[in-house]
């Protein structure tokens, strides 16, 4: 595996929440080997961080990302499957470490989003974009196929129908297009996008961290179960909330009657 440039991928942790940047403006925040292997470095270090309760990712500069760097395989392209290798498979690892976090994920969305930059996007459990965010496959453009969980995400959340249409016909989305898709979940006008991005965070990391990583386990995981399984799956999520201080915390504010529980995440 490539050596993490630390520069590549920034990583800063307070107040609970965990702000992942993307650090290539120079190339639209483009994945080289080095950004994919800082990513997985940087995910692995929020999964071994126990004080994170919420996560956004997002990018430096204009772009969140403009999908793989292709003048890495332009260099040389007798190694080109080399290459994606050394891009894709840290990638896979980072975003498979991303979507099994017990924490809220959000994406911060801002000009091209395309390829893996799409796929990044949409492994984030939640997702603001702001006026001028382009969504873009890009894939057949340049003959080849979707990676990074494009191909297993997109048909889920946009159905497989318009999938299709997205990725075959290779026309890009607006942040409106997005939003009426359920790619993303708000949109906000583009010097608004930071703002937003924290009022959402904040209110994440002052939620119940336990219940949102319960409820996330289970809305990924109803795919693969058959209605009995799921609900056996709900009754013991419920259980395992049920003796967190949050939930005491949460059902007595309810009973007397106070405004808004003070939840710890624990």
């Known amino acids: ?47 071994e961080n126990g004080e994170c309760r919420a996560v956004v990712i997002s990018g430096e500069g204009r772009a969140f990302m403009a999908g793989g760097d292709l003048s890495r395989f332009y ?24 979507v099994s976090l017990p ?12 390829g893996a930059g799409m796929s990044v996007a949409l492994a984030c459990d939640l997702a603001i974009a702001s ?11 340049i003959g080849t196929s979707p990676d990074v969980g494009l191909s297993w995400m997109l048909p889920r959340i946009v159905g497989l129908r318009r999938a299709m249409g997205i990725a075959l016909l290779g026309e890009s989305l607006t942040a409106e297009q997005a939003l009426q898709l359920g790619i993303v979940n708000r949109v906000t006008e ?22 949102y990583g319960q409820t996330k386990r289970l809305l990924c995981a109803s795919f693969g ?38 939840f710890t995440g624990a």
């Open 75 to 98: 260099e040389d392209f007798s190694r080109a499957a080399d290459t994606a290798q050394k891009i894709i498979e840290p990638m896979n690892e980072a975003l498979s470490i991303l």
């Open 131 to 141: 006026r001028d965010v382009r969504f873009s496959f890009g894939y057949t453009q």
């Open 103 to 114: 924490l809220p994920v959000v994406a911060s969305l801002r000009g091209p989003v395309a």
């Open 190 to 211: 583009e010097e608004d996008l930071d703002e937003a991005t924290n009022a959402l965070l904040n209110a994440l990391a002052a939620g119940p961290t336990i219940a």
């Open 1 to 47: 595996m490539m050596e993490c440039n630390e520069d590549a991928v920034l990583l800063e942790v307070q107040n609970g929440i965990a702000r992942v940047r993307f650090n290539r403006p120079r190339t639209l925040n483009a994945i080289s080997p080095e950004l994919a292997t800082c990513f997985l470095k940087r995910c692995r270090e929020i999964q």
């Open 225 to 262: 179960h058959d209605l009995e399984q799921q609900l056996s799956a709900e009754l013991r999520s419920f259980q395992a909330c049920a003796e967190t201080e949050d939930f005491a915390r949460g059902v007595s504010a309810f009973i007397e009657k106070r405004k808004k529980p003070q």
